[in-house]
């Protein structure tokens, strides 16, 4: 690899890194839109007129799904939060691409990871 080539990864890898870092409303879940009729039979729900639109976020928690009721005033922050996680996974797969070719020419390089003191 060109040193030319390896500082134009090195830069863009961390673009990568510090764009993954501003990620603060990043969710993992699907979106889910629900209307619903309620116990009361003489409702208009019962006549066509749902109730909703509701939004859940579908995750996984233990390996089961759940649904998390998204508050409307939270629907905009929660989607950009959804795209926020889409994004993270692209940037992640393209930082790895780069980190196998850093490996490939020997320039994969080990960051020393600050160690904490137990409290005892
Ligand atoms: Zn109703």
């Not at 996984?60 to 629907?75: A, D, S």
């Amino acid at each position: 690899m060109q040193a030319e080539e390896r500082k134009k990864l090195e830069e863009e890898s961390a673009e990568l890194l510090a764009e993954l870092g501003s990620l603060r409303n990043v969710l993992h879940g699907s979106w889910v839109v629900r209307y619903s009729t309620c116990s009361n039979r003489n409702c208009r729900c019962h006549r066509g007129e749902k109730h909703g639109p509701r939004r859940y976020l579908v995750v996984l928690e233990g390996g089961r799904q759940r649904q998390k009721y998204v508050p409307n005033c939270q629907v905009e922050a929660a989607l950009a939060g959804v795209e926020e996680y889409r994004r993270a996974l692209s940037m992640l797969d393209r930082l790895s691409e780069i980190n196998i070719k850093m490996m490939k020419d020997r320039a994969l390089k080990v960051r020393k990871i600050a160690k904490c003191k137990l409290p005892k």
